[in-house]
């Protein structure tokens, strides 16, 4: 029920608390899930999709509004061949917040990528002196 608007399950007593007060253990069927959502929306938004790219639980989001926005609140459906900053923008419903969000998704996807980068060239030193140290053997042999 919680997954259904990509979240994780509720980790302590305050998020359970709070979600309870949202109601959301009432999602029995698809016909719940859009009044869950409208309770929900603002403390999914104020908690997950915040001013610091998503706050402490964004699980790697790189999303602007959760797909029950796309759903439920926005004035037509995601367009899969248009990015979503575009899409919004397209809509005039690109926020600060959103460009603010997007800044700090592209830096963390760019510490992402040196790390990858730093760490390929760590396995390539390791074996470039895995293979010197056999050759050497092989020639002490």
Excluded at 7 to 18: A, C, I, T
Excluded at 21 to 32: G, M, V, Y
Excluded at 105 to 110: E, G, L
Aim: with cysteine; proline share 5%; hydrophobic share 30%.
């Amino acid at each position: 029920m919680i997954l259904l608007f990509g979240w994780h399950e509720p980790r302590s007593d305050f998020e359970r608390e709070r979600l309870a007060s949202h109601e959301l253990q009432r999602i029995k069927s698809a016909d719940d899930v859009e009044p869950a959502w409208h309770a929900a929306r603002d403390y999914v938004f104020e908690r997950y999709y915040g001013p610091d790219d998503a706050g402490p639980h964004s699980n790697g989001r790189y999303e602007l509004r959760p797909w029950a926005w796309w759903r439920f609140d926005s004035p037509e459906p995601r367009i899969e061949n248009e990015t979503e900053d575009e899409q919004l923008a397209r809509l005039g419903l690109l926020t600060d917040l959103d460009r603010k969000r997007r800044a700090a998704i592209d830096a963390r996807r760019a510490g992402q990528r040196e790390r990858a980068e730093r760490h390929r060239q760590a396995c390539a030193e390791v074996e470039r002196k895995r293979q010197t140290r056999r050759k050497h053997e092989g020639e002490q042999a």
